[in-house]
């Protein structure tokens, strides 16, 4: 079993900028990838964006270029940096951590960006 926490969604002008993070616990060892998902009202959930082990990384076309994640191996932790934040990155986002077996889903934070 693996636990994934999220932390430091929040509210936040267009253009501004958010760090999301996700802690992950348990069975830590596991893991071959973390990644960042999200699902706005009324929407199916998305891919933000996705890092392997091996830090290779993998970007919604929406958010390239704005938004980058990170991983921190040692702390079992994922972080997203998301900078010029646009009204329609408004989500619940929610972090999966990946293991050969299956995938584990945070709660989820709320991001909202006001026009």
Known sequence: ??????SGGGLVQAGGSLR?????????FN???????????????E??????????????DSVKGRFTISRD?????????MNSL????TAVYYCKTMTNARAYWGQGTQVTVSS
């Open 20 to 28: 999301l993070s996700c802690a992950a616990s348990g069975s830590v």
């Open 47 to 60: 891919l933000v964006a996705i890092i392997t082990s091996g830090r290779s990384t993998n970007y919604a």
């Open 1 to 6: 079993q693996v636990q994934p926490v999220e």
């Open 86 to 89: 646009k009204p329609e990155d």
């Open 31 to 45: 893991i071959i990838g973390m990644g960042w998902y999200r699902q706005a009202p009324g929407k199916q959930r």
């Open 73 to 81: 191996n040692g702390k079992n932790t994922v972080y997203l940096q």
